[in-house]
């Protein structure tokens, strides 16, 4: 066994005893040993989960005399509450997973996020605007008859259990595959973001007809990209396969992504 090992193992052994010593544990073990024990409907003890998770997250913080070795992180979380529930990984109860999975999931983004992400009344609840970052309305007269708009709204509303799924996976940071590239240096994310916001700009000003500003906005290369990002946009490819990517991701416990059947 290599030195490397060694010290790798006994980092493993010693975040075990830390963990388990935690009181938190209590509260998580008899949600879990719920999940275990249930079939259906084990969607509705996440918000419980999510809750665990998050004083577990605080007691690792608070305390002074744990020093966990590596990140916590998904991964970290997700294990220990398995090991709490002495779950066998070869029954695969893809049930019971899930609920793991998203209970992690809600934890983290309660721990960061208070304010964003709640339980209440064993309910979760996500602010408006992150739940629905754009509202869709009606024009009435209006060839398509519907316009997005941007949701503003910061009350906290109640949503599903996939949900937590869907704002992980727009939300976490994109792992990185290899080294940085022209194509990867910048982000799409941040990219999609700016395109947005001055693709707002050159509407308003195409709203008010000011057509001299419009004009020093905009070039015919600019019209022709347009038009190009309809074509990429309008059959939804992207938007359906990244659903579908989402989906495969969160039902995935290593939390990577699986390829489609």
Do not use: C
């Amino acid at each position: 066994m290599s030195k490397k090992t060694m010290i790798k193992e006994i980092e493993e052994k010693d975040n075990k005893d830390l963990l388990m010593s935690l009181k938190s544990n209590e509260k998580a073990k008899k949600i879990l040993f719920k999940a275990t024990n249930l079939s259906n409907n084990l969607s509705n003890l996440v918000p419980e989960m999510g809750l665990s998770v998050n004083e577990i997250i605080k007691e690792i913080d608070k305390r002074q005399d744990i020093k966990i070795k590596g990140e916590i992180d998904f991964n970290f979380l997700k294990n220990h509450l398995h090991t709490l529930a002495s779950y066998d990984k070869s029954k695969k109860d893809r049930a019971f997973e899930m609920a793991v999975i998203r209970g992690v999931k809600l934890g983290i983004k309660m721990n960061r996020q208070p304010d964003v992400f709640k339980v209440e009344d064993n309910e979760i609840m996500i602010m408006s605007k992150i739940a629905v970052p754009f509202k869709t309305e009606d024009l009435p007269g209006v060839k398509g008859g519907k316009t997005k708009k941007k949701n503003t709204d910061e009350t906290l509303v109640p949503v599903n259990t996939t949900m937590i799924d869907n704002i992980w996976a727009a939300t976490q940071p994109i792992r990185k595959r290899g080294g940085k590239t022209k194509d990867t240096a910048r982000n799409l994310n941040d990219v999609s973001s700016e395109f947005l916001t001055e693709l707002n700009k050159v509407y308003n000003t195409a709203m008010k007809k000011d057509n001299a500003k419009l004009l020093s906005m905009v070039t015919e290369k600019t019209i022709e990209n347009f038009g190009n990002i309809l074509s990429l946009l309008q059959d939804n490819v992207i938007r359906n396969q990244w659903t579908i990517a989402s989906d495969l991701q969160s039902t995935n416990v290593d939390g990577n992504v699986k390829k489609s059947a």
